[in-house]
């Protein structure tokens, strides 16, 4: 259930040393990126560039601790910001967008494309950070990720909200839509089952000839979702209405034609 160009680490000793850079050099900056956690190591990071542990640090943690909430924080030089913290844990074995945007020396965290925590970091300072670590920390006490990164981005500016919109809305893996449960008959039920469903999108089923809801909405969560057809009347065919919960923008997804009483 993971797209094939994304990064699997085993929590262990799985990271990328990214090249030295000065990535925060011009004062704004954002960072972005997919994550699902298989479990929580304590402080396990999304990304820690720095010059060694508490020097010169950006990091981005996929846990505060083991609370399994994503937090950030930056270092001017050695002396720490606050840390920013998520209110909530990521789902594990889920697919979670976190983003980092720093603007005006303030920084701002959101989960899924919702801005969760916002506050003045310190500002980084303009120098070449040696150590730059995705999925590791600089912190040898800190555990390493252990999960799946897809879409890793850094941008020396700030991204847009009609960008982080469109990150959150790209799908990580193919949606297929099936149906089982029952015979594909009038009077019968059956499930239909979005397998793959985006996070930060809304999914509802409705009768594509009366365009009459069934059910109700359920959001999706980078996992299947089950939605009972009720009754089943001859020649009914399906139709899926996917919301998104940032925009409010509307897509109809045609459900298979073999999936028709």
Do not use: K
Not at 42 to 63: E, H, K, P, V, Y
Not at 69 to 75: D, F, G, K, V, W
Not at 92 to 105: D, M, S
Not at 215 to 226: E, I, M, P
Request: glycine share 12%; net charge negative; hydrophobic share 35%.
């Amino acid at each position: 259930d993971e797209p094939s160009s994304a990064l699997r680490l085993n929590g262990t000793n799985g990271f990328i040393d990214a090249p030295d850079g000065d990535y925060f050099g011009n004062g704004s900056f954002s960072i972005s990126a997919r994550l699902r956690p298989n479990a929580v190591n304590s402080w396990s990071r999304i990304m820690d560039f720095g010059i060694g542990q508490a020097n010169q640090n950006g990091l981005s943690g996929a846990t505060n601790g083991t609370t399994g909430r994503p937090a950030i924080q930056t270092y001017n030089g050695t002396t720490p910001s606050n840390v920013g913290t998520a209110p909530n844990a990521v789902t594990l074995n889920q697919w979670t967008h976190v983003a980092f945007v720093f603007e005006n020396g303030a920084g701002r965290l959101y989960v899924n494309g919702s801005l969760v925590n916002q506050g003045p970091p310190l500002f980084p300072q303009s120098v070449v950070r040696t150590l730059c670590y995705i999925g590791r920390s600089n912190w040898a006490s800190d555990g390493f990720l252990n999960g799946t990164l897809d879409d890793f981005r850094i941008y020396n500016r700030v991204i847009t909200e009609a960008e982080l919109a469109a990150m959150v809305m790209e799908q990580p893996e193919t949606l297929n839509i099936i149906a089982d449960g029952g015979t594909l008959s009038a009077g019968n039920t059956v499930n239909l089952r979005v397998i793959n469903s985006q996070p930060g999108v809304s999914y509802r089923l409705r009768n594509a000839q009366s365009l009459a809801f069934i059910g109700n909405a359920q959001n999706g969560t980078g996992d299947t979702l089950t939605f009972s057809s009720g009754a089943l009347t001859t020649g009914i065919t399906f139709e899926f209405v996917a919301t998104s919960l940032l925009s409010g923008c509307e897509r109809v997804i045609t459900v298979p034609s073999n999936i028709t009483v």
